[in-house]
């Protein structure tokens, strides 16, 4: 009975989150057995240290500095979906993403999902189940949390078939593009607090951001020409 609940409420927390949207974003960069790996290897690492260790990583690691990083490649990630690959490089580019392509969701969805709801939902389950159950806690929020992301990238999958390829790479922009700006609000008011600050540095690399895929349009063009 405790698996069930745990693992239901862990599912309901993470629908519609940022991370399973990352997701249908990350279909159309990787094959879905390396999102799958990835994601799978987060989940069961950050549903153990939340319900074995609860909020001690983000003791040593400051959660905001974790935030501004998840915010980084999430609009390093926008601006190469935006950017595209060079013709002569496209097979060194495809060899070297498979290489590292579970390993690279891994580290993406770990700092975006370290902190969120659903960690935080585990932690407080652990805490008043205590250690004798701490196993079928960590089982059930890895098992609700991956049944939800699998619902992202299911689709994203869809998506990806019945979608030009154009219009894929166009959705992950956005979608990273968001997340990125988002994510780094987030980081920047855990720093600086509330305020005006937080949205005015938001803004400024926003601006900061559009005018680089402006650049880099210019640049595509120049070498069309």
Same mark, same amino acid.
């Given at each position: 009975?405790?698996?069930?609940?745990?693992?239901?409420?862990?599912?309901?927390?993470?629908?519609?989150?940022?991370? =399973?949207?990352?997701?249908?974003?990350?279909?159309?960069?990787?094959?879905?057995?390396?999102?799958?790996?990835?994601?799978?290897?987060?989940?069961?690492?950050?549903?153990?240290?939340?319900?074995?260790?609860?909020?001690?990583?983000?003791?040593?690691?400051?959660?905001?500095?974790?935030?501004? %990083?998840?915010?980084?490649?999430?609009?390093?990630?926008?601006?190469?979906?935006?950017?595209?690959?060079?013709?002569?490089?496209?097979?060194? *580019?495809?060899?070297?993403?498979?290489?590292?392509?579970?390993?690279?969701?891994?580290? +993406?969805?770990?700092?975006?999902?370290?902190?969120?709801?659903? =960690?935080?939902?585990? *932690? +407080?389950?652990?805490?008043?189940?205590?250690?004798?159950?701490?196993?079928?806690?960590?089982?059930?929020?890895?098992? /609700?949390?991956?049944?939800?992301?699998?619902?992202?990238?299911?689709?994203?999958?869809?998506?990806?078939?019945?979608?030009?390829? /154009?219009? %894929?790479?166009?959705?992950?922009? *956005?979608?990273?593009?968001?997340?990125?700006?988002?994510?780094?609000?987030? /980081?920047? *008011?855990?720093?600086? /607090?509330?305020?005006?600050?937080?949205?005015?540095?938001?803004?400024?690399?926003?601006?900061?951001?559009?005018?680089?895929?402006?650049?880099?349009?210019?640049?595509?063009?120049?070498?069309?020409?």
């Amino acid at each position: 009975m405790l698996f069930w609940k745990v693992m239901i409420a862990e599912f309901i927390a993470e629908m519609g989150d940022k991370t =399973q949207l990352m997701l249908i974003a990350m279909t159309s960069r990787y094959k879905l057995r390396d999102i799958i790996l990835g994601t799978a290897a987060a989940i069961l690492v950050l549903n153990g240290l939340a319900v074995l260790a609860g909020s001690l990583l983000s003791e040593l690691i400051p959660l905001w500095l974790m935030r501004l %990083i998840a915010a980084a490649a999430f609009l390093f990630f926008a601006w190469s979906e935006f950017r595209g690959k060079e013709e002569a490089d496209e097979e060194q *580019v495809k060899e070297k993403k498979l290489r590292f392509a579970a390993a690279s969701v891994f580290f +993406t969805f770990f700092l975006a999902e370290l902190g969120d709801k659903t =960690q935080l939902t585990a *932690v +407080t389950f652990a805490a008043n189940e205590g250690l004798s159950r701490a196993v079928i806690v960590w089982l059930a929020c890895s098992a /609700g949390l991956f049944a939800a992301d699998l619902a992202g990238m299911a689709a994203g999958m869809l998506l990806k078939n019945k979608l030009p390829e /154009g219009a %894929i790479h166009g959705l992950a922009f *956005v979608l990273f593009a968001f997340f990125g700006l988002v994510t780094l609000h987030e /980081g920047c *008011v855990l720093l600086l /607090g509330g305020g005006t600050w937080p949205l005015i540095l938001t803004i400024s690399a926003g601006v900061c951001f559009a005018l680089l895929c402006w650049l880099t349009f210019r640049k595509k063009q120049a070498a069309g020409d």
